[in-house]
């Protein structure tokens, strides 16, 4: 995924200006999904406009700028959103811990473990907090699909708990094994 896709599916959306978007990345979005500062977005928004992907509808106070999709940006994010899943270059700073593990000891390898366990009950916990709020009042715009996000990311963090702890297990196995 770019920056730019992500740009795309936010102001198809909804139109907005530089900040508004610098905005969302400071919430779920950037906690969950990808990281973007107002460094990255402004220089991004300039360059998807000079590739006729977004357009300026709306000049405010202090160069405000409120940005919309044209219809070739909303194509590029079509094809994107339908391109076949798996495709794209993958950075994920949590998998590849998970990968390097095997550099710890077996006790640090089950701290570091216990360690995910924790977090990713806190985010369950966070999460299903957000979803009750939501259920509560019907949210609008880019929050709407929100929801689907929030409920992709209880699975995912149930997984990872679920995961770790059979880790843990797998890891006191091998450990007991070897010193036997």
Same mark, same amino acid.
């Given at each position: 995924?770019?920056?730019?896709?992500?740009?795309?599916?936010?102001? &198809? @959306?909804?139109?907005?200006?530089?900040?508004?978007?610098?905005?969302?990345?400071?919430?779920?979005?950037?906690?969950?999904?990808?990281? &973007?500062?107002?460094?990255?977005?402004?220089?991004? /928004? *300039?360059?998807?406009?000079?590739?006729?992907?977004?357009?300026?509808?709306?000049?405010?106070?202090?160069?405000?700028?409120?940005?919309?999709?044209?219809?070739?940006?909303?194509?590029?994010?079509?094809?994107?959103? =339908?391109?076949?899943?798996?495709?794209?270059?993958?950075?994920?700073?949590?998998?590849?811990?998970?990968?390097?593990?095997?550099? /710890?000891?077996?006790?640090?390898?089950?701290?570091?473990?216990?360690?995910?366990?924790?977090?990713?009950?806190?985010? @369950?916990?966070?999460?299903?907090?957000?979803?009750?709020?939501?259920? &509560?009042?019907?949210?609008?715009?880019?929050?709407? =699909?929100?929801? =689907?996000?929030?409920?992709?990311?209880?699975?995912?963090?149930?997984?990872?708990?679920?995961?770790? =702890?059979?880790? *843990?297990?797998?890891?006191?196995?091998?450990?007991?094994?070897?010193?036997?």
């Amino acid at each position: 995924m770019s920056l730019s896709h992500a740009l795309l599916g936010l102001l &198809a @959306i909804e139109p907005a200006s530089g900040y508004e978007l610098s905005k969302e990345f400071e919430r779920d979005l950037g906690r969950y999904a990808w990281q &973007a500062g107002h460094t990255s977005v402004y220089p991004e /928004l *300039i360059r998807m406009a000079e590739q006729g992907l977004v357009e300026v509808t709306h000049e405010g106070a202090r160069r405000s700028r409120t940005y919309a999709v044209t219809d070739k940006g909303r194509e590029e994010l079509r094809e994107w959103l =339908l391109a076949p899943w798996g495709q794209g270059v993958v950075r994920n700073e949590q998998v590849l811990r998970l990968f390097l593990l095997e550099a /710890l000891e077996p006790d640090e390898t089950v701290t570091a473990l216990r360690g995910l366990v924790e977090h990713a009950e806190g985010s @369950i916990s966070e999460l299903r907090r957000l979803r009750e709020e939501q259920d &509560a009042e019907p949210r609008q715009g880019r929050d709407t =699909l929100g929801q =689907l996000a929030a409920e992709y990311g209880l699975r995912q963090y149930q997984a990872t708990h679920d995961w770790a =702890l059979w880790a *843990i297990e797998h890891v006191n196995k091998r450990q007991g094994s070897e010193s036997a």
